[in-house]
């Protein structure tokens, strides 16, 4: 089990010094997609896993102020990250923070969108295959839309470079699974999931797209 909790403090500035501000502009491309209500004329929910110490709510609550959000993250030091970040945000705004991950999902929550933003890179294919996405598979509803933001491989070299040696970096101070970045398109696919759209950005080495049943 990998912990995010050492390198939270200092997560989004070694962000900033290497990619600036654009793996916040990638994961935020598609937000628009979000629903502004569900079936029922309420608010659309939302889940936002792993999403780090919260960015991406700023961005979600300026699309879409009504929906609610379940913020799930292992690291409780960036959940607590998010919880300040979000007393910032000016007007009401619903919002669930737990720390855990998509294991302590129960098979009542059920939402309109599901957004992993670079979590998926994170894990061996098995891992992927066998329980992460049949997990959140079972807890997207029959409409719903998943946002999935993350790494790709690419054959320009110095990518290649800065990707393995992110890769290198998180193993030891987070211990994350993987040895190498999958193709996690090419796994949610074999899930039976379907791509609807696609933006490739951050000079190519991310692809931001949605997916759904
Ligand atoms: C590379 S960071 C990305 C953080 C944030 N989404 C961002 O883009 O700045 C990966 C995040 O996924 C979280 N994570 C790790 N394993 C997870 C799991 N099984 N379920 C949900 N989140 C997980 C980590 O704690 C970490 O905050």
Redo the contacts with the bound molecule.
């Keep these: 089990m990998?912990?995010?909790n050492r390198i939270?403090p200092v997560?989004?500035s070694l962000?900033r010094i290497v990619f600036g501000r654009r793996?916040?502009r990638a994961?935020a491309l598609f937000l628009d997609q979000i629903p502004s209500v569900d079936a029922s004329g309420t608010g659309a929910s939302v889940l936002v896993?792993?999403?780090?110490?919260g960015?991406?709510l700023t961005a979600i609550f300026a699309r879409q102020p009504g929906c609610h959000v379940l913020f799930?993250?292992?690291?409780a030091r960036?959940v607590s990250q998010a919880t300040r970040r979000v007393l910032r945000l000016t007007g009401p705004v619903g919002i669930t923070f737990r720390v855990g991950?998509?294991?302590t999902l129960r098979s009542d929550e059920q939402f309109d969108t599901i957004i992993t933003?670079?979590?998926l890179d994170?894990f061996t294919n098995e891992t992927l295959q066998t329980h992460?996405i049949p997990c959140l598979q079972k807890t997207l509803k029959p409409n719903g839309i998943w946002l999935a933001t993350d790494f790709v491989n690419t054959p320009v070299w110095w990518q290649r470079v800065l990707l393995w040696a992110m890769i290198r970096f998180?193993r030891l101070t987070?211990g994350i699974e993987t040895q190498q970045l999958v193709d996690w398109q090419q796994t949610l696919r074999n899930a039976g999931l379907t791509r609807h759209a696609q933006q490739h950005t951050v000079w190519g080495m991310v692809s931001a797209e949605v997916w759904s049943h």
């Design positions: 990998n912990n995010f939270a997560y989004d962000s793996l916040q994961q896993l792993g999403g780090g110490t960015e991406i799930l993250e292992p690291s960036m991950d998509e294991k933003p670079f979590v994170l992460f998180f987070a």
